[in-house]
């Protein structure tokens, strides 16, 4: 109930509060937390060998971990560091898949094709 | 699917770690050598004060809902006033982009400069590549891909049964080339060379014109529609209020 009352009020006064320097700010340090996480995420996938399909999962799992990291960072008060969800869930989403792969295609030759 | 290849550790050793090592590192020096290259041209005043105008007149429209409708009419009327607003341009006293860009070769030469910093070691890189490991399957993707990706993934290897997941050590270059770019901006700062090439382009050689910013930013503010803020405010601190009463 609180929540969806809080949703109300947010429509009603609709005011953008936010400095967009600091919430230029706050999407960088998503986007460096998402290529840290892809590049890490890429050097585990290709050491525990996973092909195919698998990796992608796994490339999935990871964004999900670090989105839930950022969220739970805001202290689970999104509204006050960002417009909206889906910048934290979604924004540099496919930017980090191409380091993902990468690292994935290099530590997996490293460690099981040869 | 084609029987698996059995690839040398020869390989490993000396392309495939090398080549990546030398493509991260040679990433790092274009960083610092652009970075030395970079002339710090005085700016010219007129230019940041129009910068600095467009800055204020945003800022304005931004914060808009915030001040009653009479402070900003009066702001409004300051910036765009038909006489002597700040933001009108007199005509003809605007000035050609082009012609600034040819009175002032320091421009020209600086984005020579800076093409050429990307230019050149990619050349090279690319040579020495195609010199030393041409014709190498040097690695294998962990998934499969379909036939077409044959002439990006397997470029200098003539052989139509290898399994399109191997990759010749040219397209593992060219691999490189594009995907560590994420590996750069963490380790070189969010603003590293690359980026910074491409900001660069679009702001400065190619039509920045001050006078038709200026334009833009008083047709924005001329349409701004105002709404004072803080009456609602008030009655948002009342709800907050009541909420914690209760």
């Known amino acids: 109930m609180g929540v969806s009352e809080k949703k109300s009020s947010e429509a009603a006064f609709d005011v953008p509060t936010l400095n967009a320097e600091n919430l230029q700010s706050n999407m960088k340090v998503i986007y460096y937390s998402r ?4 590049i890490i995420g890429g050097v585990i996938a290709g050491i525990l060998g996973f092909t195919g399909l698998t990796g992608f999962i796994f490339y999935f799992l990871i964004m999900t971990v670090t989105s839930v990291g950022l969220i739970a960072k805001t202290g689970f008060t999104v509204y006050s560091y960002f417009d909206s969800w889906s910048q934290i869930i979604l924004d540099g989403f496919l930017g980090g898949l191409l380091s993902f792969v990468l690292f994935w295609t290099f530590a997996y030759d490293l460690v099981h094709i040869f | 699917m084609a029987a698996d290849l059995v690839l040398d550790t020869a390989i490993r050793d000396w392309v495939l770690i090398p080549l990546s090592v030398v493509m991260v590192l040679i990433g790092v020096l274009r960083y610092f050598v652009s970075k030395l290259m970079r002339s710090n041209q005085v700016p010219d005043a007129k230019i940041v004060k129009e910068g600095q105008l467009i800055i204020r007149a945003r800022n304005l429209r931004a914060a ?12 409004r009327l300051y910036y765009n006033n038909e006489e002597n607003g700040l933001l009108i341009v007199p005509k003809g006293q605007a000035q050609n982009p082009q012609a600034q860009m040819y009175s002032d070769p320091n421009m020209a030469m600086d984005m020579m400069k800076k093409n050429l910093s990307m230019i050149i070691p990619q050349t090279l890189t690319f040579a020495w590549v195609n010199f030393f490991f041409s014709g190498f399957v040097a690695a294998k993707i962990p998934f499969p891909l379909t036939q077409r990706f044959r002439s990006m993934l397997q470029n200098g290897i003539d052989l139509s049964t290898v399994d399109v997941s191997y990759v010749s050590s040219r397209s593992w270059y060219f691999l490189n080339l594009f995907g560590l770019r994420g590996l750069f901006s963490l380790i070189l700062g969010e603003e590293n060379a690359m980026d910074d090439t491409q900001k660069m382009m679009q702001m400065s050689g190619f039509g920045f014109d001050p006078s038709k910013s200026l334009g833009a930013e008083k047709d924005s503010l001329d349409i701004v529609q105002h709404d004072w803020a803080l009456p609602k ?8 209020l009541r909420k914690l009463a209760r």
């Not at chain 1, 290529?35 to 892809?38: E, P, V």
């Not at chain 2, 808009?64 to 702001?75: D, H, Q, V, Y």
């Open chain 1, 35 to 38: 290529t840290f996480m892809s």
């Open chain 2, 64 to 75: 808009a809902n915030f001040i009653p409708p009479k402070s900003f009419r009066a702001r």
């Open chain 2, 233 to 240: 405010f008030e009655h948002r601190a009342e709800a907050v």
